[in-house]
T-cell receptor, first 116, second 116 residues
Framework: EAGVTQFPSHSVIEKGQTVTLRCDPISGHDNLYWYRRVMGKEIKFLLHFVKESKQDESGMPNNRFLAERTGGTYSTLKVQPAELEDSGVYFC??????????????FGSGTRLTVV | AQTVTQSQPEMSVQEAETVTLSCTYDTSESDYYLFWYKQPPSRQMILVIRQEAYKQQNATENRFSVNFQKAAKSFSLKISDSQLGDAAMYFCAYRGVSSGTYKYIFGTGTRLKVLA
């Protein structure tokens, strides 16, 4: 089966611009998660979708971040306007069950966002 | 709040030797899961091993094993017979069971270098 796909793999934008990251989960996975790793720091949870609904968005840093999952398939994460501190690697993960089961979540390779 | 600490930013090991990566965590929950994830350069994160807190027996997966010390809140990963393909970032992660959320709490990661 195809894995979790994220694109772009890299994005460099100027402060104040808008960027949209996309995640295509494994087909049939109702649960989709976004995480972020700021360089040198821990990977932090952003939010969790179950189908198209936001189950937990407690990790979203502020209202410059907007996540959507229309139709319960792919998800987008928009940052508008981007700030320097938004730089980092954004990971998406998906799973059949909320817990991830025996094998955990399936992660994508991440999108490296650099805001200059 | 739960925290995960990986105190070794970088480790090196000679090929075929054994290395241990450290992880400590803090939680007030009695039931939870612990994970080690591996992220090779520019590739997706994959689950290496998981441990249920209610199980006293340490998990093992081929050359990978953990030393789970619940009272000490320690969860180290031992890699035996290290191979060049083991070179990666390793992240320790925690997930609570009773908190009502499915998010992972990650550590800052340990970069493992394998020397030929």
């Amino acid at each position: 089966e195809a894995g979790v796909t994220q694109f772009p793999s890299h994005s460099v934008i100027e402060k104040g611009q808008t960027v949209t990251l996309r995640c295509d989960p494994i087909s049939g996975h109702d649960n989709l998660y976004w995480y972020r790793r700021v360089m040198g720091k821990e990977i932090k949870f952003l939010l969790h979708f179950v189908k198209e609904s936001k189950q937990d968005e407690s990790g979203m840093p502020n209202n410059r971040f907007l996540a959507e999952r229309t139709g319960g398939t792919y998800s987008t994460l928009k940052v508008q306007p981007a700030e320097l501190e938004d730089s980092g690697v954004y990971f998406c993960a998906s799973s059949l069950t909320p817990t991830g089961g025996l094998y955990g979540y399936t992660f994508g390779s991440g999108t490296r966002l650099t805001v200059v | 709040a739960q925290t995960v600490t990986q105190s070794q930013p970088e480790m090196s090991v000679q090929e075929a030797e054994t290395v241990t990566l450290s992880c400590t965590y803090d939680t007030s929950e009695s039931d939870y899961y612990l994970f080690w994830y591996k992220q090779p350069p520019s590739r997706q994160m994959i689950l290496v091993i998981r441990q249920e807190a209610y199980k006293q027996q340490n998990a093992t997966e081929n050359r990978f094993s953990v030393n789970f010390q619940k009272a000490a809140k320690s969860f180290s990963l031992k890699i035996s017979d290290s191979q060049l393909g083991d070179a990666a970032m390793y992240f320790c992660a925690y997930r609570g069971v009773s908190s009502g959320t499915y998010k992972y709490i990650f550590g800052t990661g340990t970069r493992l270098k394998v020397l030929a």
